[in-house]
DNA sequence: CTGAAAGCGCTTACAG
DNA sequence: CTGAAAGCGCTTACAG
């Protein structure tokens, strides 16, 4: 650590050669003298040389790294969603030398972040209707790609699954299991997520020619989920219920429980995210999977991109979710 | 993005100093005079100066940013513990404009961010016994914090929490509950947290005189919880069990209850931890807390510490756990 | 207290 | 294909 890492200057003294011929083998210039190239390699490997990113930054004018930007409450780091998309983006990234900076959705850090080059983009997850930072940033023009549809439309990069796709996974599976009186905990319908779910999931059992579900609006919280529950118990003819989160049916399950519903023997519940809670709960869910490393990776690959080609016109990517089942129907 | 930042040599033309003034008082050096300060304050907001990192990093061999190292496996990723960490960390962090880097625990990778000082140092969590990290980044002379005490002892900066206090929470309170028969399943007993947390239940069930507990070794899993609790359900006697983690009571509660247990009524439950799982799980778990956020804090804390004065000697902390009383017991 | 100047370690036109 | 040279945007002794 005290002792100075070896600079390109060395190596090029070792190997008898400029320093701009050790610039080109390091980064893989396909014009260097074959002989040339192999003497630079031996003085690198002897040497043990590494280039030093900040001299490197500051002439590309690239930081080499991207972030991801977590929402100011923090909460959502607690979620498992969360590591999901860290496990998602780095196998991508990393085999190209770019770092993955974790902050907070503090507006001014995320744009300072960016100008003072420490950020070449950046990817946002859970970002609200009301968030300002989206627009904020295309309007600046810089490479941002988004976890999921903007709640407005907008010209910006994103990644979602196709959320009413598995909304209908999960009344198709209801359906079939024999239910015949569904019923719906919604997630908060001014989200795209939560619209989303409940159309997917009403033009399902349209399609199966079912009358019209129980709809219950939740919140994705655990006791937005047990709250709708207890208003769902008031309904005795409800024989399947499709809830469009698994925090929340963790709330609804134990209310349904104590209000004499059993699951799945009277009762079959089907949740949406296939996170931790629903393979902790009791009976362990049957949930509809969205394949959170897949889209991370994806997110990855289109923001690298942007980065790259800043001019190239807003690509999105929808992936399709899978059914997970388990004991709750 | 495309118009290019401002510079120091803009700003410095336009209050009418030099760059070395402008420099200053973008690092608060103190001698600068009152009024030329002013100019150039004035100046860097009305240009929205803000100084390009790769450029201070060049000369001042710092990053700027520190690694947050995840095991390879990236299982921990989903773990609510890293949220947690994370959560700890970024508010030390970010006033003093230091970026949190996540990682993974590939040991060329770690090393080489730090050779290329792209990181000035790096926070380890979840590091085995067998993993050579700890020890090569010492040997190298490279600032580190461990998230536990070591498993061999090593002069390396730790931050811990008094797992024996823990476990000795987790007896009292049983034994103040009324259990008179105790058992416990512990953690893998190669590891530092599961040898700590056995002593200390140990200890002070001893203190209050009570018989030995009946001890059934985990490996901190869900399935090694379900294993052991199948293991303890030979023993009708028990009415009190610590388990050493509470994912490995979740898969021991089911099994308990299956073979008849009813908890709390005749069979009291702590688990340790605290994480998502305890309060998910049914019936929501007592558990011992580690204050993560703080010790998080505490570790980036000691890591800065060391970075800036890389001969100070290693210190290390061990905070104090407390008991989060549910409806296990 | 302030400025001129050197230098951090790279990359990249530009000649040859 | 290769090298000399300029330059990226800062900080920091060193004079004054």
Redesign the pocket.
Known sequence: MDR??????EVARIA?????????V??GV????R???QVVEKAISTTG????R???S????RAGAIGLVLPEEGRTVHDPYFGRVVSGVLPVIRPLGVQLVLTTGDHREVVDDIRQRRLDGVILIHTHGADPLPRQLIEANLPVVLAARPVRPMSITYVDVDQAAGAALAADHLISSGCRHLATITGPLETPAGQDRLRGFLEATARHGLPEPVVVEGDFSREGGAKAAQELLADAAVDGLFVASDLMATGALPVLRQGGRRVPEALKVVGFDDSSPAVECDPPLTTVRQPVEDMAAEMARLLVERVERPDRPVSSVVFAPTLVIRQSS
């Open positions: 100075r890492p070896v600079t390109l200057e008898g050669v400029s320093r701009a011929t050790v610039s080109r390091v980064n396909a014009t260097v003298d002989e040339l190239r040389y590494t280039p030093n900040a001299a490197r500051l002439v590309t004018r």
